[in-house]
């Protein structure tokens, strides 16, 4: 049965209390403490959590039957690391896009007295994944493993995203500066090494089963998953219903280096890109469905539609032909895919 959202968040407060803990060694004033586990709670819950319930349920798949207890208070709180990691990202990600709200609250930045003191507390979050990596796991042979491979893939996520700031500056429009080049190694970079390689490697090593072929094997199938599921985004912010999607997509106006522009760029005559040099990256209502009438009239639905297809046949024929010799677990691709296929938000 995969784990549900309630389960796993019955972890995280003993993960909030060993992070205070580990403070109060330090004689950390109280002021100071309070604001920590203020940061940790405002910042790592609220979200979907799908990042880190995947390492629970991976691990499950994996062995193949119900964890222990410690097995599930384990790997859920390598699942929690993940979510750090996260929380580090978009509290971070808020200052620099000037964004005003992150799951339906103000950005961390912009909730009372906290300003430019959320740039340290980003560090915070950040450190916290190895303070727990080291109390749960040191004594484990993949610990140094583990703690490569956060900080490998931080760093491909920060690679991830200075590509993005300088391709798509939100001040400054130019069209020239977009490719589809770019925009893959961002997507593959920003979101699918942590979103969907991360879990499934933590898990592999948490159960031993973390061989070269079968990390190989997990990387080959979950970057063009992750990149398929960006794609999708991009297409949703643009063609979803709002009241399905539960927020109003703003990547015209963000001057976002999205798959639908990119598609748009390569398809559209002179007129048509005079249209999205003249209206694209605007904060302009009108712009912007000047823009959105351009993506209809290159039937870009029809084309993500025809993209989405093959990218799906794709991945089904490279989860067929897994090889299991070593404990990875083809299941463990299908659960990742069956969530996001045709997904409506």
Not at 46 to 66: A, E, F, H, I
Not at 85 to 104: C, E, H, N, P, Y
Request: aromatic fraction near 12%; glycine fraction near 4%; charge should be negative.
């Amino acid at each position: 049965m995969p784990t549900t959202l309630k389960e796993f968040e019955t972890v995280f407060p003993k993960l909030v209390k060993d992070l205070k803990e580990h403070c109060e060694k330090y004689k950390l004033p109280d002021q100071a403490l309070n604001w920590f586990e203020q940061n940790l709670n405002h910042n790592t819950l609220g979200g979907k959590c799908n990042r880190g319930l995947s390492v629970v349920d991976t691990t499950q798949l994996l062995l193949n039957r119900q964890l222990s207890q410690d097995e599930f208070f384990r790997s859920a709180t390598l699942g929690w690391m993940i979510e750090l990691l996260q929380a580090f990202f978009l509290v971070s990600d808020d200052i620099m896009d000037s964004s005003k709200t992150r799951r339906g609250n103000p950005c961390w930045y912009l909730m009372p007295n906290v300003g430019m003191i959320a740039i340290n507390d980003a560090f915070m979050l950040e450190s916290s994944i190895y303070l727990l990596l080291k109390k749960y796991f040191r004594q484990e042979k993949c610990y140094v493993d583990m703690m490569e491979l956060f900080h490998e893939v931080t760093f491909q996520t920060e690679l991830g995203q200075a590509c993005d700031l300088l391709t798509a500056p939100e001040d400054h429009v130019d069209l020239d500066n977009f490719s589809l080049e770019k925009y893959t190694f961002i997507v593959i970079y920003k979101t699918a090494y942590y979103s969907f390689y991360l879990p499934v490697a933590l898990a592999l090593h948490f159960t031993g089963h973390a061989s070269p072929k079968n990390l190989k094997q997990a990387e080959d199938i979950l970057i063009p998953m992750g990149e398929y599921f960006q794609v999708q985004d991009d297409y949703l912010d643009n063609f979803a219903d709002p009241s399905t999607l539960g927020k109003i997509g703003t990547d015209i106006q963000d001057n976002k280096c999205s798959w639908l522009v990119n598609q748009a760029l390569k398809r559209c005559n002179g007129s048509q890109r005079k249209v999205l040099e003249e209206n694209y990256g605007r904060k302009d209502k009108d712009k912007e469905a000047k823009v959105k009438k351009l993506f209809d009239e290159l039937e870009l639905e029809k084309v993500y539609k025809e993209y989405e297809e093959a990218r799906v046949k794709e991945l089904r024929e490279k989860i067929a032909a897994v090889d299991e010799s070593e404990g990875m677990k083809k299941e463990v691709f299908e659960e990742f895919l069956r969530k996001i296929y045709k997904r409506s938000k």
